[in-house]
């Protein structure tokens, strides 16, 4: 199926670096989430945003919602070890949700 | 309270031969949700269930994929005959509302191997 396009595909920084990563999508959609997922877990919901232009923190992580409605990106700072991980991006709509290919973070303490 | 449960963790299976995922959602949540992961790749959708109805299973490969949701509580998401490109992670998700939510819970995951 169709899904968003997310990037980077990976990333290896430096502990105590800041991290940015963007999803992008043709379609518009009426909320952004952005979820973590850990080896051999499920998805873990981070963030969501309900609104074009929004911004929105959770601790050290901020996501903005676009104002075109088809883009999202999702900062990190001040990364720690346990932030490694897959970060999706995903869009939803009443009746769908897709998710991007994910953006594999490494961090080297 | 205890999350999505699911079982096996871990299944490698000889292609053409079936295989059966059980998922147990989150007690009270009506929404129940099975995704297929590929490597590399985000969840997609198979099916999600409302209670024991499946609302949408256009996803859903017919020819050799089922699901059932008997009492609306647990779920089991079956392949036969298996095929190689059925290998990757099969996510249940469940959420507390009706309707297709955002905000699911995700249990761990079952990775099918198919040789």
């Known amino acids: 199926g169709q899904q968003l396009n997310q990037s980077p595909q990976s990333m290896f920084i430096q502990e105590g670096e800041d991290v940015s990563m963007n999803c992008t999508s043709s379609s518009i959609f009426n909320t952004w989430l952005w979820y973590k997922q850990d080896p051999g877990e499920g998805p873990v919901l981070l963030i969501a945003?309900?609104?074009?232009?929004e911004l929105t923190s959770n601790g050290r992580l901020t996501a903005q919602f676009g104002i075109t409605r088809k883009d999202s990106f999702l900062n990190i700072s001040a990364s720690i070890p346990s932030d490694v991980g897959i970060y999706f991006c995903a869009g939803h709509n009443n009746n769908d949700m897709r998710f991007g290919a994910g953006t594999r973070l490494t961090v080297k303490p | 309270e205890a999350g999505v449960v699911q079982s096996p963790r871990y299944k490698i299976i000889e292609k053409k031969q079936p295989v059966a995922f059980w998922c147990n959602p989150i007690?009270?949540?009506?929404?129940l949700y099975w995704y297929r992961q590929n490597l590399g790749q985000g969840p997609e959708l198979l099916i999600r269930y409302e209670n024991e109805e499946a609302v949408d299973d256009s996803q859903l490969p017919k020819d050799r994929f089922s699901a059932e949701r008997l009492k609306g509580v647990d779920s089991t998401l079956k392949i036969q005959p298996a095929e190689l490109g059925d290998s990757a992670v099969y996510l249940c998700a469940s959420s507390p509302r009706l309707a297709f939510a955002y905000e699911q819970y995700f249990g761990p995951g079952t990775r099918l191997t198919v040789t």
């Open positions: 007690s009270g949540h009506n929404t």
């Open positions: 945003l309900y609104k074009a232009g």
